[in-house]
Structure formats: C-alpha cells, structure tokens
C-alpha cells in the first residue's frame, strides 16, 4: 500500500496509532516520581535492564516507524515503562460517603445479600480496591480485619470506616474493624496474620484477596527478580491466603466464600502498556480460582473470582494525571465509556461473598464496562 493510500485510509478511520498517541505530548508538570512516570523511549540500559540487541534495536526503531500499518492499534507499545511505587509514594484514600443510604421510599433487598453477623477479612485492604470493597463488607453487615503490608495505613482506615459508620448510624452498634500486617508471598507471616484475626474476632468466614500489583516492562528487559516478586504477590499470596483460610474453615466444618481479585488482564492482553507477566499471573488466579472451588465444594467453600476492568484508584489517577492520552486510549476501548470506580465492585463482591449466591462457585464476573467482550 502506497503512503498517501495509507494515510487516507487512517484519516477515516480516525485511528491514531498507538506510539504517536503516546509519543507526541508535551511533557506534562508532574507530581509524580521520575519512576512512577510512563516514559517513552527509555533505553534498556538507562532503565537498569539488560540491552536490547542492537539488530532488535534497529528492528524496533523500523517498526515505529511504520507504526500506521495494520495491526498497530492492537500492540504493546515497548516504551511504556511503569514501575510499582514504594509505599512513602502512595497516596492514602478517603472513604467512600453514602454508600448505605438507601432512601425513603426504596422496598427492602432480598435478605440474603446480607453479610450481618459474618466476619470477613480482605488483603491488600488498606488501599484501592481491597479497601472499598472492604468498606462495602461493612456497609452489608460484616465485621472486617484488613490485611496489608502497610498496617499504619491499614489502622487509619479501619479506624475511618468505623467512624463513618457511627455517622451514618448513630443508633446502630458499630462494626468491628481491625487491621493487621502480613507479606502474602510470605508463608509465616500469613500463618501468623490468620492466627491473629482469629484470636480478635474469633473466626473467620470469608475471604477477599486483593493485595497485587502490576508493572509495565517489556518482556525482554523484564528482571527475573521483578518478576518473581509479582507472581510471589498475585499468585502465592492469593493461594497461600486462601488454603490457610480453607483450612481453618475446615478444622471448624464451617462453610464460607472467598473472592479472588484477577482482573480482566488474566483474559485478554491489554494495550498499548505491556505487562505479560503481570497478564500471566492474572489468568494463573482465575484458574486457581476455577481449581479450588471443585476441590473445595464438598467442605462448602465457595470460590469465585472477580475480575476488574481498567479502575481509577487514586494510583491510576495519579498515573493518567500524568498521561491524559493512556486515558483516552483505554476508555476509547471500553463499551460503557469509562473507567469504573471502586465503588462498582462493592455490589459484586458482597454478592458473591453473601448467602445471595449459594450455587454460584467457581465464576469469573469480569467488572469491565464491557471491555473483554468486544
Ligand atoms: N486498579 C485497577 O485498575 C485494577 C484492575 C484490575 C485488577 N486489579 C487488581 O486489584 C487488586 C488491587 O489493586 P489496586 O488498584 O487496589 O492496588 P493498590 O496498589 O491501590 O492497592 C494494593 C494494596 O495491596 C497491598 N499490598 C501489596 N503487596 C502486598 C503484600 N505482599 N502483602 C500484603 N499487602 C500487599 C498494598 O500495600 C496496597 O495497600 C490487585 O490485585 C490488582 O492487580 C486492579
């Protein structure tokens, strides 16, 4: 195809290909750290990684080149650099406001969506999605213990759901909110986490596994050490939390739900940020999830998995401040037109959680805006 063919077919179409909707920007002022920019054309060595081989170099620098041809919308752009923050960079979240106020005249739900008398502990609490979703347990009647590597933060906020609870409720006794550390990848410390929560609320009854994180690397220059760490916190803290909770479930015959938190990741490849391992480990938590809940379904253990689509958390917020354009790419590929917030997962996982679905196990409920299904 001749170039001003090409061009003119690009014109109607109105795509734009992914390295010049990424390249072309201005650097924006930023408030980020220089490592938690999405940065364009870093060089392997600059990036601490090993070198690209100088044929593949060339290869790639010819690729983005022709970066209009077919295909170019649908492929990870090899620049994208994202490095998962340290925890002095992460910012700490508000808790959500009037998420239990019904109205006057709304009839009641059906009773078993309810989480009353439960308790529920939910990793990766303290932030993000681990703590809204922790904050919807409450709000349908749970108590909570929050588990984080952070337990500073995971205080603050166990101590700001209980508050906002006696807000909203000042007839109603409050919930019991506890927060308490644990590494997932860790085996001791986990044993030692669920040893604690259930000398403090003397049981527990369901599980929601959120503690994760992503990174953007291209796969050649991925540092094994990296890599290990992200399926050591995706994948063996997801397993290693839910057998020992399967297995104080078991020693007391007692029945109870876990939700895994994969995300659509583990389905479909996201672009234009490349990230296979972390895509990889994703797909490993939803089959671990499909795998428990047939192993588990005689001791009544129901295991399900959610898996989000593109979240605006205060850490992705912070991250498209910085780069409007990845906003406008994803969103431009997610039939309902946005982001979800956090709150959209509050509903999902308090069904899933409750007596509402009984015969549900084994399920993946993608929370995408329709993304995986275009
Ligand atoms: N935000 C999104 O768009 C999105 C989309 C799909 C899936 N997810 C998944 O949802 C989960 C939560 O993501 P988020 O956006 O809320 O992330 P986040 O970074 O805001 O929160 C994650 C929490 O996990 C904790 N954590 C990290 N490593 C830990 C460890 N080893 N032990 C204990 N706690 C640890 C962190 O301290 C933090 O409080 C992750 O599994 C993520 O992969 C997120």
Known sequence: MSFPVRRALHSVAGRTPASRILGNLPAPASTLPNRLRIQRAIPATAAGFHTVPAARQAEKKNNNAQATGAGSFARTDDSITVEYPPDEQLPTEETVAGTDRAGA??????????????????????RGLGLVMGQGMVTSGSDLA??????????????????????DHPDKKPPKVTAHYADVSDPTSVEACIAEIVS?????????TSAGFTENFEAVAYPIERMRKLWGVNVDGTYLFATSVARHLMARNAKGSMVFIGSMSGAIVNVPQPQAPYNAAKAAVRHLCA?????????????????????????TQKILDDKPDLHRQWTSLIPQG?????EDLMGPVTFLLSDASNYVTGADLRVDGGYTVT
Not at 291 to 315: D, H, Q
């Open 105 to 126: 005249h709304v009839f009641p739900t059906l009773a078993n969506f309810s989480l009353q008398g439960k308790v529920g502990v939910v990793t990766g609490g303290a």
């Open 146 to 167: 929050i588990v984080d590597l952070n337990k500073e933060e995971a205080t603050r906020q166990a101590q700001s759901i209980v508050e906002t609870f006696r807000a």
């Open 200 to 208: 403090e609320h003397g049981r527990i009854d369901n599980l929601v």
């Open 291 to 315: 795998s428990l809940s047939v192993e588990w379904a005689g001791a009544g253990i129901r295991v399900n998995c959610i898996s989000p689509g593109y979240m605006l958390t205060a850490l």
């Open 338 to 342: 946005r982001m979800g917030a956090p």
